[in-house]
């Protein structure tokens, strides 16, 4: 995070000429869009649409497809008595072959799942809406990085004002030092030292290009724009009066627990007995009708079909625990959600402390430049009648540089303050 205090203690310069204008929301808003995290709320939707696809594909009809072959020691047969009784009438028994082999398909439709596929829907839309939350705190953040590099270049610009200030005030007096000088009623020295104040300014607008380069370029890869031509606008900003905080993080607790109380619906579902209708086919031997494949060991085509019930009470056996881990998992959510509204309310309370005292200070910064003018002008006087030296002089220039700088200081840092609160409280 960018600290306004650290612009403070440099005074830079753009040199460059904005003829377009841009605001703070501008920014942020072309942050959040530029950000690459952004592409991921498409590749969860379409997730969503897929887990939805599958579950709904639940009712279909499931077809199973196999074929085997078996063979074994011992099958089926009829008693050798009525073997040989039946023989005697000219028809050969001799009983299942050993080996075995069919092709077929086994066919199930669901008529009724106890609700299994209704809470599959409700927790994947649920935890959906937890994945968008996380992914809203995630992007939030951008928009305090763009707030600090925006305010942290409005300083450097107010800075490069009051440098281009200061400049003028050297040169008119530098020119008129070396009238003085011509005269005979200035020294040399006094000519040198203004000549080198102005020098160093010189030096400072020269710094202040790479600079203003390098904090632009900054915000130019966040938005995804150019502001080599525009105006970052000093925003008007009002402190908000409601103080309830509406962030992301809030709506991402709510949609964790939302998520919990869909799969504690599941647990109920699962618990519930499952009807559904079957169907066997087969092709091969032996049949259905044992005693005709007993007799022959031709080929046949085989049907089953019926109704199924069924009921897993085992899931009974783990219910309460399974109830108990999600209610613990939702106090869990509830204590982090309250943490986090805890700490918000201090970082309000304290960031309402600050907009006051800022806005007390600021009450005699312009009683204070106004005086450090009138001192400089005094003193720019006083060195036409040779009662003061150019030593003198530069020292009321530059109280009154800083008296401008901080005025200019706290009037952005009152504007940082108010949105920093309207981050904190998403206003």
Not at 188 to 195: A, H, I, K, L
Not at 240 to 243: G, H, K, M, N, R
Not at 245 to 256: C, I, K
């Given at each position: 995070?960018?600290?306004?205090?650290?612009?403070?203690?440099?005074?830079?310069?753009?040199?460059?000429?904005?003829?377009?204008?841009?605001?703070?929301?501008?920014?942020?808003?072309?942050?959040?869009?530029?950000?690459?995290?952004i592409?991921?709320?498409?590749?969860?939707?379409?997730?969503?649409?897929?887990?939805?696809?599958?579950?709904n594909?639940?009712?279909?009809?499931?077809?199973?497809?196999?074929?085997?072959?078996?063979?074994?020691?011992?099958?089926?047969?009829?008693?050798?008595s009525?073997?040989?009784?039946?023989?005697?009438?000219?028809?050969?028994?001799?009983?299942?072959?050993?080996?075995?082999?069919?092709?077929?398909a086994?066919?199930?439709?669901?008529?009724?799942?106890?609700?299994?596929?209704k809470?599959?829907?409700?927790?994947?839309?649920?935890e959906?809406?937890?994945?968008?939350?996380?992914?809203?705190?995630?992007?939030?953040?951008?928009?305090?990085?763009?707030?600090d590099?925006?305010?942290?270049?409005?300083?450097?610009e107010?800075?490069?004002?009051?440098?281009?200030?200061?400049?003028?005030?050297?040169?008119?007096?530098?020119?008129?030092?070396?009238?003085?000088?011509?005269?005979?009623?200035?020294?040399?020295?006094?000519?040198?030292?203004?000549?080198?104040?102005?020098?160093?300014?010189?030096?400072?607008?020269?710094?202040?290009?790479?600079?203003?380069?390098?904090?632009?370029?900054?915000?130019?890869?966040?938005?995804?724009?150019?502001f080599?031509?525009?105006?970052?606008?000093?925003?008007e900003?009002?402190v908000?009066?409601?103080?309830m905080?509406?962030?992301?993080?809030?709506?991402?607790?709510?949609?964790?627990l939302?998520a919990?109380?869909?799969?504690?619906?599941?647990?109920?579902?699962?618990?519930?007995?499952?009807?559904?209708?079957?169907?066997?086919?087969?092709?091969?031997?032996?049949?259905?009708?044992?005693?005709?494949?007993?007799?022959?060991?031709?080929?046949?085509?085989?049907?089953?079909?019926?109704?199924?019930?069924?009921?897993?009470?085992?899931?009974?056996?783990?219910?309460?625990?399974?109830?108990?881990?999600?209610?613990?998992?939702?106090?869990?959510?509830?204590?982090?959600?309250?943490?986090?509204?805890?700490?918000?309310n201090?970082?309000?309370?304290?960031?309402?402390?600050?907009?006051?005292e800022?806005?007390?200070?600021?009450?005699?910064?312009d009683?204070?430049?106004?005086?450090?003018?009138?001192?400089?002008?005094?003193?720019?006087?006083?060195?036409?009648?040779?009662v003061?030296?150019?030593?003198?002089?530069?020292?009321?220039?530059?109280?009154?540089?800083?008296?401008?700088?901080?005025?200019?200081?706290h009037?952005?840092?009152l504007?940082?303050?108010?949105?920093?609160?309207?981050?904190?409280?998403?206003?």
């Open positions: 995070m960018l600290k306004l205090y650290l612009f403070l203690a440099l005074s830079l310069s753009t040199g460059i000429h904005l003829s377009a204008q841009v605001t703070l929301e501008e920014c942020v808003a072309l942050a959040q869009d530029n950000y690459p995290l592409r991921k709320y498409d590749l969860l939707n379409r997730t969503k649409e897929v887990n939805l696809s599958n579950i594909k639940s009712w279909l009809p499931q077809i199973n497809v196999y074929g085997q072959g078996t063979v074994q020691n011992e099958t089926p047969s009829f008693p050798e009525l073997a040989g009784i039946i023989s005697q009438t000219g028809t050969s028994i001799s009983g299942l072959n050993e080996w075995q082999y069919k092709i077929g086994d066919v199930s439709q669901n008529i009724w799942d106890g609700g299994v596929s809470t599959g829907r409700q927790i994947e839309r649920a959906d809406a937890e994945r968008q939350t996380a992914l809203d705190v995630q992007l939030y953040a951008i928009r305090e990085r763009v707030e590099l925006y305010f942290g270049i409005l300083l450097i107010e800075q490069v004002e009051q440098i281009r200030n200061m400049q003028a005030l050297l040169q008119s007096n530098l020119a008129k030092l070396r009238t003085m000088h011509e005269n005979g009623t200035a020294m040399q020295s006094d000519v040198d030292m203004v000549e080198a104040q102005y020098l160093s300014t010189a030096q400072q607008l020269t710094q202040a290009k790479s600079a203003s380069r390098s904090y632009r370029m900054l915000l130019e890869i966040f938005t995804g724009k150019s080599v031509k525009q105006e970052l606008m000093k925003p900003a009002s908000p009066q409601d103080l905080p509406n962030r992301p993080e809030l709506r991402h607790f709510e949609a964790q939302q919990n109380e869909a799969r504690s619906a599941s647990i109920t579902a699962s618990m519930m007995p499952k009807i559904g209708l079957f169907a066997q086919a087969y092709y091969g031997y032996p049949g259905f009708d044992y005693f005709e494949s007993m007799m022959n060991r031709d080929l046949s085509f085989n049907i089953l079909a019926g109704v199924k019930v069924s009921w897993n009470i085992g899931a009974l056996y783990t219910k309460k625990n399974n109830n108990q881990k999600l209610r613990l998992s939702s106090d869990n959510i509830a204590v982090e959600r309250d943490v986090f509204l805890f700490n918000t201090m970082q309000t309370r304290s960031q309402l402390d600050h907009i006051d800022l806005k007390a200070v600021m009450k005699e910064n009683r204070i430049v106004e005086l450090r003018a009138n001192v400089r002008k005094a003193a720019e006087s006083q060195l036409d009648n040779g003061i030296d150019a030593t003198s002089l530069l020292t009321k220039l530059t109280d009154e540089k800083q008296a401008r700088l901080t005025a200019s200081y009037e952005i840092q504007l940082q303050s108010i949105y920093q609160l309207k981050y904190t409280l998403n206003k």
